[in-house]
């Protein structure tokens, strides 16, 4: 049966979401006759003729639907029917879905917010089930995925209106839960929307400087103290309102004012929901069995709001006024003390609750917008709890011992919170609210112990470093992260419900924010397609539990095959300042006997850095009954125990010959095939999950993971390449600043997006030398139609027969267009999209030089090959663009020159700026191949280029240029060797100077002396001119990492897909 497209669940994979669990609706239908139950077995799911033959599709093709055969006799509008659909179709009133999902889908088919909803709306006379409506529509647009403001544009006025209306909405009036919900997602929405200024006006007054009012009068005193220019900011909003208010006749009085209280009615709504509607059987924080009932509306309420507070605090317009309200109230320590926290259904608010936690205490200046540094998040700590030492001794007796402490006996949570247990109930209430001010004395909650205690010490303990803790994060999934469904769930996300996940907005706070929500989720990510390997890979082992009680395997499974032997044969001591081993390497045996050749033949085919996982399976002794199977976990049906990865270092057939060496240690001449049947693989483990494991191990008693793998199961090698691509991520976030000054705000969505264009640059290229960029004088008119072009010599005289190659002196006001229009026109576009033509008729003198290129030499074979592409003026935009400083994207559909304009690019490029060096990286061998043939054909010398990868046998071409014969590929493979001989030979030195009792932490003192210092000698070795071709070869990312940490980044031109082109210029 036809499907609606947009009414559907959401393809996992298309979106890269995780899910959330949908449950049945319950009877939520009921009351509605046959016609108008969708028979679809999935919720969110509904057919064409289900629409059709539905009573809502009936009313909208008699009042609204402009479609239909008799438009001319709608009816008139009737809010009676509006309050009639809202009452019988859209209003919940139990269960946890806030939404009947396909009613809405069926009104939104019908376009009921367009035609209906939006064209009658009145600010003053709309009832509240119109504007109820309205939102719950706007809301359905969000989750399937379409432009929701679009509507709204023909009538701002009118739609400010409606915003002022909604955020007043709840002013004498008690909603449900589900219309608490609803009304929530609308204002997640809203403020996930502040790229439309129709949108932003609004709403960013309710996070602007006014909300500091709202504030307790000790908070407020802090802010004040420790932000001493927002007491200029302060005086003139004031002053500002003052006046204003004045001017209508009325008397200022800021806590009236909508935009004041308005989120901390909503932070005092959702702890009264918290604490009274989650559990409405019991109110007893003790209670913590997790046995008496919860309200499931009531937790996704919660769960929204969490949700809320996130994406406020994390983008830096609605963060900077909005941290100091959330500390204020302290949402996050109630959240903690919460009964909800600790239950069983509160997995998924508990996770997002420490979201919330992390990013209020990001680091990051807030009123200025820059990230801060380790020693000044540090700094910041040591003099917040010196102050509070100092405090302590002048006021509070009680305290000397925490007064007089050091700094690393106190700022632990344990030593903390037992120093503050000698303070007797009303003194611990009078040094949190009256001393430090970092609670109201009229809070609720001031009066419990516990929660002043979680208070003080979330502010004055010390945080982990967020690198720390990025670095701390193993790599690989493990059972416990590849199983939990409020991560990774295994059902289509309906957007229903929210998650646990960072969002990648338009916005970012800094760029390691960029970067760690990048890595978050694309860790969840390939979890996600490794989980699902796992599920098909292991059932065709057929796992049962033989007479000796060992597991054994009756059948066979293609990526994955029985361990024979596995041992650890080297745990390294951690380096200074780690608790983690430098290294845990270890030894896999197995027999690929049972296999056909063509399996054997992918078995050989494993190489360095391929990424394998270790797999223990035990399964239970009898089957599952189809009952039982049901209800349990995958891992329970499979019998799967533990899951880990690990990294090839070699692999060695029977004989222990080393196979698949790429490193040139055995010469191609000496290769011969493996032999036998047994294969073993020295792997590298995840250093960080194996000191989890053992810290388990000591401390909980459990059992050694690593003594039953049984399992060694391989990935396809196309969708094996996460775990080099989050080191990448991972290293970056460890790098203070990688992006330039001109990039880093437009990057981050921030400022003028004009700015990184490269007519805004400071040190353009005024004088370009095109070569062979234009074909003739008349090719060179074309190109620039708005100028009025003339020749001349290089000697200064007119030239009335001009000749390629050209020099062009590009003005810094230099007319570019990113559309090709005929004629003198340039494309604009205004607020709402629509493209607009300016006539540009008015023309300026273009001078253009003329000259004779020097003889390459007497033979044919010395003339290199010209251009021959009739480059349009689109094209030659973009060349211009991307030969000088600044950001260029090039994008169009295939067949229209991208790679043609790209190989120009880097032509005008070497010629003009010889000092450059450039890196090119494409997705694939074929687009890397097409370029690397035609920058060979044009006038660039061989020897200036070097290529990365496996590809390169698909050239056409005699040249090699492999590691072993290419000169200068083998100078950077020596620099990249050099790099990791340097520890050996400074270990050999250490060893023979220094104790052996102190041979490793001197070693590691010589090696960081040795890096820090490196002569510029060795700076010097570098090419003065070097292209890089990067193909599918995940060798190529350490040593692309360790070349790029040489330069820096003063072009970025981004081709569309296949090709990314990056030019990078040496440090001087």
Known sequence: MTKVYGTGTYDFKRHRVAEYPVVDLPQQLGDKPVESKPGSTLPSSITLSEIQRDRLTKIADANWLKSGENVEERKPFDPDLVREIYETELLVKKGRKPVPLQRVMILEVSQYLENYLWPNFDPEASTFEHVMSM??????????????????????????????????????????????????????????????????????????????????????????CLNPDLIKKWKRVIKREAKEASRRGETFDPSNKLEVKFLRNLMEEFLEVLDFNVFPRSHNVEESDGLYEADDASILYCERFVEFLIDLLSQLPTRRYLKPLVADVAVVAKCHLSILYRHDKGKLFAQLVDLLQFYEGFEINDHVGTQLTDDEVLQSHYERLQSFQLLAFKRVPKLQ?????????????????????????????????????????????????????????????????????????????????????????????????????????????????????????????????????????????????????????????????????????????????????????????????????????????????????????????????VDEASKASVPQRLGLQYVRGCEIIEIRDEEGTLMNDFTGKIKREDWKPPKGEMRTVTVALDTAQYHMDVIDIAEKGAEDVYGSFNVLMRRKPKENNFKAILESIRDLMNEYCIVPDWLHNIFLGYGNPSAAQWTNMPDLLELVDFKDTFLDADHLRESFSEYEVSFVNPEGPENFH?????????????????????????????????????????????????????????????????????????????????????????????????????????????????SQRTLIITHSNQALNDLFEKIMERDVPARYLLRLGQGEQELATDLDFSRQEHPRKKHFSNRLEREALLAFTQESNATYILKPATTDFRKEITVLFGLVHRTAKDHAQLLNQVVVLIGRCRLSFRKVSILLHHFTLEHSLHHHVPLALVQYTAKR
């Open 135 to 224: 939102i719950l529509m706007v809301n359905e647009k969000f989750r399937e995925n379409v432009a929701a403001w679009i509507c709204f544009y023909d009538r701002k006025d009118v739609f400010k209106g409606f915003l002022e209306r909604i955020l007043r909405l709840k002013e004498g009036r008690e909603l449900t839960i589900a219309e608490k919900t609803n009304y929530l997602v609308f204002m997640i929405n809203a403020f996930q929307s502040l790229e439309d200024e129709i949108v932003s006006e609004i709403v960013l007054r309710l996070a602007s400087l006014l909300s500091l009012h709202s504030l307790s009068y000790g908070r407020f005193q802090m802010e004040l």
């Open 802 to 914: 001009p000749a390629p190659p050209f020099r062009i002196r590009l003005p810094r006001n230099f007319k570019g267009s990113t559309h090709a229009l005929p004629g003198n026109k340039k494309v604009g576009t205004d607020a709402v999209g629509d493209i607009k033509v300016v006539d540009t008729s008015g023309k300026e003198q273009l001078v253009v030089e003329a000259y004779v290129p020097p003889d390459p030499g007497p033979y044919p074979q010395d003339q290199p090959k010209q251009n021959s592409v009739r480059f349009t003026p689109t094209q030659i935009g973009a060349i211009i663009s991307g030969i000088q400083p600044g950001l260029t994207m090039v994008v169009g559909p295939p067949g229209t020159g991208k790679t043609d304009t790209a190989v120009q690019i880097l032509n005008v490029l070497y010629h003009n700026c010889p």
């Open 401 to 625: 011992e925490l007064a007089l402490a050091n700094i690393g006996a106190v700022h632990k949570r344990n030593d903390l919170s037992k120093k503050l247990s000698v303070l007797t109930p009303e003194e611990l209430r009078d040094l949190v609210c009256s001393k430090l001010k970092l609670v109201s004395k009229e809070d609720p909650w001031s009066g419990r112990v516990d929660f002043l205690i979680e208070v003080m010490v979330s502010f004055f303990e010390k945080q982990q470093s967020q690198k720390e803790a990025i670095n701390a994060l193993p790599l690989y999934p493990n059972e416990q992260v590849m199983w939990d469904e409020s991560l990774v769930p295994s059902i289509n996300y309906s957007g229903e419900g929210c998650l646990a996940l960072p969002k990648l907005n338009l916005q970012f706070l800094t760029l390691h924010d960029y970067l760690l929500r990048n890595f978050n989720l694309f860790r969840l990510e390939s979890t996600y397609e490794i989980r699902e390997d796992i599920q098909e890979a292991v059932p065709h082992l057929l796992a049962y539990i033989n007479n000796e009680g060992d597991t054994a395997f009756r059948g066979w499974s293609r990526m994955g095959v029985p361990i024979k032997d596995f041992k650890i044969t080297e745990v390294k001591q951690p380096n200074i300042g780690e608790v983690k081993p430098a290294a845990v390497t270890a030894e896999v045996t197995f027999s690929i006997s049972s296999y056909k050749a063509h399996i054997r033949s992918e078995w050989n085919a494993l190489k360095e850095h391929d990424v394998l996982f270790l797999l223990s399976i035990r399964p239970s002794f009898e089957p599952l009954s």
